[in-house]
């Protein structure tokens, strides 16, 4: 690991089960001794969470530009008022969303030009690139299937088909060595196989961290490792 603490961030579409891995490895990463700042996108800060409850209300409506601007403007509050400090004191940061989910959303599934998100990101970011990004999926019925099993979907969630099916093509493509290479700043992405259970998926984002620092990190028995 650098001297400043590594960002790790988890990623993928509605109901791949993100946020619960998020909650578990912060949890995982605490009791295994590491001092651990586990935050979300959009909120995290009084400010970002204002824009999170714009951006989230089921009986809102927000123009395409609206929608990214905000989420900058919550990501910039975030990295300057949290991220950052912690980091540069060595504490893990473990981000539910960042940088791929704008291109993702806002790119591929809104239409939004990718410059013009690339250039208002590198504002609010001021060049923060992730250490690592877990990619989790799901075949998309299946997530679609856990997110209406839910109920009482937010503003994103009840996007309509063709939406979400956008959504899980951007997050494949992001999985390509050219993508990532032509999206540096969003750093590397490994798949996370998001099926079974908690547990399993859970052990999976663990052995992903011990292979990527195996001084720090011991990896689960009897899970092979993800990375190429």
């Known amino acids: 690991m650098s001297i400043r603490g590594p960002l790790v961030v988890l990623e993928g579409g509605e109901g791949v089960g993100k946020t619960t891995q998020w909650e578990r490895l912060r949890e995982w990463l605490r009791a295994s001794g590491q001092t651990v700042l586990a935050l979300r996108e959009p909120g995290g800060t009084p400010p970002g969470d204002t824009i999170r ?24 509050e975030l990295l300057t008022r949290a991220v950052r400090p912690a980091l540069a004191q060595g504490t893990l940061v473990l981000l539910d969303r960042y940088l791929l989910s704008t291109y993702v959303y806002q790119g591929v599934a809104r239409g939004l030009n990718t410059d013009a998100l690339r250039a208002i990101n590198q ?34 969630e009840q996007e309509p088909d063709g939406f979400h099916a956008r959504v899980a093509a951007g997050f494949s493509e992001a999985l390509t060595a050219e993508w990532q290479q032509t999206h540096s700043e969003c750093g590397p992405i490994v798949l996370v196989d998001a099926s079974g259970t908690r547990e399993e998926v859970t052990a999976r984002c663990i052995d ?21």
């Open 208 to 228: 992903i961290l011990a292979s990527r620092w195996p001084e720090h990190f011991a990896r689960p028995a009897g899970i092979t490792s993800q990375t190429a």
């Open 123 to 156: 504002f609010a970011t001021g060049g923060l690139v992730p250490d690592l990004t877990l990619l989790l999926s799901l075949p998309l019925d299946e997530a679609q299937r856990r997110t209406k099993a839910r109920g009482a979907p937010d503003r994103l």
């Open 53 to 76: 409850t714009l951006l989230l209300d089921p009986v809102g409506a927000l123009a395409p530009e609206t929608e990214a601007l905000l989420f900058a403007a919550s990501r910039a």
